[in-house]
Nanobody, 117 residues
């Protein structure tokens, strides 16, 4: 079981930037897809960004052009750079690694991002 630890969250003003990191305890190369999700208070968890082994990136419409997902196999890290932050970006951000076959699905404990207006 891969252990994931997110870091980099915090309090930032509107328009500011934050960089989130997700450190894995083992190789991330065994996963098809790496992703960031977020969950605002009282809302369902939503997909923010994904990156596949083929280096294909997808973003939620609400973050396109502002967020960038990246990974580093050698360092066993997944990143999310967030720019031009808005109050609606506030929430707990979770790292997820997923593999379809054999099935593997790992989650971090989350890191809080708060954007103040």
């Amino acid at each position: 079981q891969v252990q994931l630890v997110e870091s980099g969250g915090g309090l930032v003003q509107v328009g500011g930037s934050l960089g989130l990191s997700c450190a894995a305890s083992t190789s991330i190369a065994i996963f098809d897809t790496m992703a960031w999700y977020r969950q605002a208070p009282g809302k369902q968890r939503e997909l923010v960004a994904t990156i596949t082994t083929g280096d294909k990136r997808n973003y939620a419409d609400s973050v396109k052009g502002r967020f960038t997902i990246a990974r580093d196999y050698a360092k066993k890290m997944v990143y999310l750079q967030m720019n031009s932050l808005k109050p609606e970006d506030t929430g707990a951000y979770y790292c997820n690694l997923n593999n379809r076959w054999p099935f593997r699905d790992s989650w971090g404990q989350g890191t809080q991002v708060t954007v103040s207006s």
